[in-house]
């Protein structure tokens, strides 16, 4: 079999290094706008009355809250990557060698992701946790909350900051032990290398499903502090497999449509979409089932989470609640049914990008009400993080990419996966 | 009515995936293939269009779905309407697992009713079997042969020299 390198020209590197400009450019003007104008920039002004009972938000709390979004969301799709790869060595399957090495390159991205992460939440934490705030567990204090100060055992700044590390040490230790392995697989060619990987990938996997659930709770299920979930950590890990899906499936098209994969054919694809397919459905039932249980019980402290998505902070969020329903759930689920739509990169490709976006929402509306409340928008801020995030995910990705052949030459199941039919 | 097949066995399955495209390319008709496991890409050289059933199943799941939300918007909006849990009478959120699962259920069996009735499955159905090892370890190709038209010596020589192993002829009743 054919090694196959990936050469990222200069021009692509540009093309990333001005998408990073033109968000920073994006980022400063919204900041500009909302320093200068007390949150002029977002939406039409629609909840702005509702806000009056509190103080509009400043923009380094905005800001702050959409670091943290983005962050947790392309950190996500970082893990999963590894996390894709371990589930193929565990289950012995023959049909992704070639996608392979795609998804072992997303992971490129942890180390940035976590030293973000530890950044924004020293200097933004009280921004975006309101758990983070000492006279919350002073009982001298008028502002003493005992469910909140309940939780302290868990939910105080040591422990996050010690639990925080150590998801992210781990995550990256297995990634590049796997990475290490299938690199050094492709020089010396031998089965053990193969073996050793599913043994990592069996303890990874193990460490994965305690360390994703957690992190789920303590990155996102915190910011809502008084409400809890027990779907949480299923929920949060659904909407990171499918937006890491839809990465891996977008960047195997990007890639072929370069020329790049010449060995990956439709059958390769068609396996992909119904991943991603059923995963979307995956997705949905969780959110129904999170979302029937509260809604039907009724309770105040439980119903509050979805009231606020709803009707509440003057509905601000209600077309974002329908919105990802739509782009998430309605689309995927009706494109991707046929086998054709699977199978050509067009459709794919379309349906791919419309997911990314779509749980990129999702994440948005896990964490904008609770943090920003009625302040929230989607300005040159949102768009601006986003796209210095996309480009710095970029940059690390395609590094990685470019780093080892994106075929994994001594596979022992190459041959089945070239040979993959269905 | 009796008919009468000529069969060529075959005992390996790459011999056989072209000698079917071989005997297909020289224009004689191939009534069937029959095989101990299923083998990857015979549908395509013997010329099997896909099957249409996902059709079906997509019919079939809306019909569910449509019944599904039909009925119980009937029952608890009109015929008997009742106040379970403060909900309105049309709570569309309690309806969904209920329509979910007949719309599986309809999906489902529409294609299997379907694909019984399209492959002419009945009780009745009485089942020729060509040679028995193609249950066991040989591959079965079974042409039929029209009086008259057909050259057997020709058909003969087609099947050896393709690979067939054996080449038997059959009668069979109808």
Known sequence: MTEERLIISRKTNNKFFLMIAVGVILLIAGIIFMAAGGGADHGEGHGEAAAAGHEAASWTKRLFVNLWLNNVYFTGIALIGTFFVAVQYVSYAGWSVLVNRVALALSYFLPIGGVVMLLVFLFGGHDIFHWTHDYLYDLNDERYDPIIAGKSPYLNTAFFLIRMVLYFALWIWFSMWLRKESMNEDLNGSTNYYHKSIRISAVFLVIFGITSSTAAWDWVLSIDTHWFSTMFGWYVFASWWVSGLAAITLTVIILKQNGYLKMVNANHLHDLGKFVFAFSIFWTYIWFSQFLLYWYANMPEEAIYFIERLGGNGGHYKWIFFFNLIINFVLPFLVLMTRDSKRQMIMLKIVMIAILIGHWFDFYLMMMPGTLRTDAGIGFIEIGTALIFLGVFLLAFTKGLSKASLVPVNHPFLEESVHHHV | ?174
């Open chain 2, 1 to 174: 009515m009796n008919k009468k097949f000529v069969l060529g066995i075959y005992d390996d399955e790459d011999v056989l995936l072209a000698a079917i495209e071989n005997i297909r390319a020289a224009g004689t008709k191939i009534y069937d293939v029959f095989s101990p496991y299923p083998v990857h890409g015979i549908d395509d050289v013997l010329g099997i269009k896909r099957s249409r059933l996902p059709i079906v199943a997509f019919f079939g799941g809306l019909a569910g779905m449509s019944f599904a939300l039909w009925m119980q918007i009937w029952m608890m909006g009109f015929d008997w309407p009742m106040i379970i849990g403060g909900k309105p009478h049309i709570a569309l959120p309690s309806f969904i697992p209920v329509t979910f699962e007949l719309t599986v259920l309809f999906s489902a069996f529409s294609m299997v009713i379907v694909f019984f009735i399209v492959s002419n499955m009945k009780p009745s159905l009485k089942v020729n079997v060509f040679d028995k090892r193609s249950t066991d370890d040989k591959f079965v190709m079974a042409i039929e042969v029209k009086e008259g038209a057909t050259d057997m010596e020709a058909l003969n020589n087609l099947l050896r020299s393709n690979g067939a192993i054996e080449v038997n002829e059959k009668e069979v009743v109808k």
